[in-house]
């Protein structure tokens, strides 16, 4: 079994700042990818921020210059350090993980359960 466990979500004031983790775990042969989507109530779930094992970044266009994403290939965790939080950030965070298993080669994602930001203002 593979899990993707979130933390570090909460509530902040309009600019201030949170940081968000994710581990992986399970019977992982190796990760292509990680990354944070969001989705807020109504609307559908979009990217946030992705790097691959190799450390290529993309970033969706609404968080460029205030969000940055990082990960650890050997504790298998990606982290968003989020800044400059405006009210329109507010949605459920949810961490995802392109990886193949010890039993399956093939390429699967895999989503955690998500943890709430709410950015007041």
């Known amino acids: 079994q593979v899990q993707l466990v979130e933390s570090g979500g909460g509530l902040v004031q309009a600019g201030g700042s949170l940081t968000l983790s994710c581990a992986a775990s399970?019977?992982?042969?190796?990760?292509?990818?990680m990354g944070w989507y969001r989705q807020a109530p109504g609307k559908q779930r979009e990217l946030v921020a992705t790097?691959?094992?190799?450390?290529?970044?993309n970033y969706a266009d609404f968080v460029k210059g205030r969000f940055t994403i990082s990960r650890d290939n050997a504790k298998n965790m990606v982290y968003l350090q989020m800044t400059s939080l405006k009210p329109e950030d507010t949605a459920v965070y949810y961490c995802?993980?392109?990886?193949?298993?010890?039993?399956?080669?093939?390429?699967?994602?895999?989503w955690g359960q998500g943890t709430q930001v709410t950015v007041s203002s």
């Open positions: 995802n993980a392109v990886l193949q298993t010890k039993y399956d080669l093939t390429r699967r994602g895999y």
């Open positions: 790097v691959t094992s190799v450390g290529s970044l």
């Open positions: 399970g019977s992982i042969f190796s990760i292509n990818a």
